[in-house]
């Protein structure tokens, strides 16, 4: 039995973030796993779990055990971010609206905030990328991506796309020599060398809808991209390093929010459905849960 978080937006009646389980191809009934505010993201790893939390007025990030039990909590945005990460010891979050990103430290079982790289209100960050010794931003409103140093926060390049692309969020491959990212504005999959920082390769995703989550299997033989709007799921198969389009299946909600891979098939948090679904790759719905305002989802390790 494998068990997961699902992060939520609070305009569809949600309470925080909530909890299932799924075993052989069967989803338990959720339960509220944490009463916050604003959980827009949740991630975990052995570590430990987290998810954008709010009160009141201030947001920021909450720890959590295996359990849903909080270890820590701090608070120091006007606004919950739209993504939070692990990475070994260290928390990244991006906000949408403030064009912030935040790198916290888990030391002792607590939260440090370690520093803000205050990118501009108008960037639109939307995930935090670790490549080697780099921090690897997507901006969605300024159409490039923003490469720090992880360790001094400075900037070190940046890798700029056509106007009106958008680019939301992405994934490495394992060596980390390609970087995989969506434009949510211009539905276009790019392919990018993480040395040269050059797009070497373009794939058309959706025409009308807007590309979110992307997601690879631990092969490297398949992406998969959620797109809103339309309500679809686009599966590439990887040649060489290269994305072919394989298959565009239905998500069965209109706006797929985010998928994550499982053995059972995929998940998939659609947002205005106000449900999570385990689909097989012709898009067949094998089961569903309601929760409301489902926006993220993540395996608590």
């Known amino acids: 039995m494998r068990k997961y978080i699902v992060g939520t937006y609070p305009d569809a009646g949600s309470r925080g973030v909530y909890s299932f389980a799924l075993e052989n191809g069967t989803m338990t009934r959720p339960y509220l796993f944490l009463r916050t505010e604003g959980p827009k993201y949740v991630a975990s790893e052995k570590i ?19 359990l849903g039990n909080v270890k820590d909590e701090i608070l120091f945005e006007k606004c919950p971010a739209c993504y939070v990460g692990i990475d070994n010891d260290h928390v990244y979050t991006a906000n949408y609206h403030t064009g912030v990103c935040s790198d916290l430290k888990i030391i002792g079982g607590m939260l440090h905030l370690r520093h803000k790289i205050a990118i501009g209100a108008e960037a639109g960050c939307h995930q935090v990328l670790v490549h ?16 720090f140093d992880k360790t001094t926060y400075v900037e070190r390049g940046t890798i700029v796309f056509p106007e009106g692309t958008g680019p939301r969020h992405g994934v490495f491959s394992q060596d980390g020599n390609t970087l995989y990212i969506a434009g949510e504005t211009s539905g276009i999959l790019y392919t990018i060398d993480a040395v040269s920082h050059n797009i070497v390769h373009l794939d058309h995703i959706t025409g009308t809808g ?34 072919r389009k394989k298959a565009v299946v239905p998500s069965c909600g209109r706006r797929p929010q985010d998928i ?42």
């Open 48 to 66: 430990g779990t987290v998810a954008v939390a709010g009160r009141g007025e201030r947001y920021g990030v909450v720890l959590l055990n295996a």
């Open 210 to 243: 807007m590309p979110a989550a992307v997601r690879m299997d631990d092969t490297e033989s398949h992406l998969y991209v959620s797109v809103r709007g339309t309500g679809e799921i686009v599966i590439f198969d990887l040649v060489n390093g290269y994305p």
């Open 260 to 301: 994550l891979l499982c053995e059972s098939g995929i998940l998939c948090a659609d947002r205005d459905a106000g449900k999570v679904y385990l689909l097989d790759e012709s898009g067949k719905v094998l089961d569903e849960i309601l929760v409301p305002g489902a926006s993220s989802i993540a395996e608590i390790k």
């Open 132 to 147: 080697g010794d780099e921090l690897y931003v997507p901006c969605l409103c300024q159409d490039r991506i923003a490469v």
